[in-house]
């Protein structure tokens, strides 16, 4: 798994006409980034201690992420302002309190998907 962060130095692209560039990672075509609605399956999935759950927006606006149990039982929902394009949300084991499959929804005003992982124990 490979990620872009600035925890040991910035992360940051030049190029000869600009300064301090956003650095992303592609890896082939289904990472490229569209103009499109979608959400991706969690990673690690089934997981442990935490995943990733990322979604492609095709423009900023707010969205609610709601992870449920197989009986509906919301365990945690996230509303924000997202940016357009890509955003991920980290999930930690402690912030759920089942294990198994689980499910999780990203709604807005006119899109919506849901997607299914496994917290292991």
């Known amino acids: ?24 990672l592609r ?4 990472d490229i980034i569209s103009e499109t609605f979608a959400l991706y ?4 999935n089934p997981f442990g201690s935490e995943t990733t759950i990322s979604f492609n927006l095709p423009e900023a606006m ?8 197989v009986s509906g ?4 929902q996230v509303t924000r302002d997202y940016a357009a394009g ?5 999930v930690e084991r402690n912030e759920l309190s089942a294990t ?3 499910y999780y929804q990203l709604e807005t005003a006119t899109e919506t998907a849901t997607k299914k992982m496994i917290l292991v124990k």
Do not use: C, H
């Not at 707010?62 to 149990?69: E, F, N, Q, R, V």
């Not at 039982?73 to 945690?76: I, M, Q, S, T, W």
């Open 1 to 24: 798994s490979l990620r872009v962060s600035s925890d040991l130095t910035a992360a940051e692209g030049y190029s000869e006409t600009s300064d301090n560039l956003a650095v992303n």
């Open 27 to 30: 890896f082939g075509e289904d």
């Open 41 to 44: 399956q969690n990673r690690p």
């Open 62 to 69: 707010a969205a609610t992420l709601t992870i449920y149990d």
């Open 73 to 76: 039982r919301v365990l945690k």
């Open 86 to 90: 890509y955003n991920e949300e980290l």
């Open 100 to 102: 198994g499959v689980l």
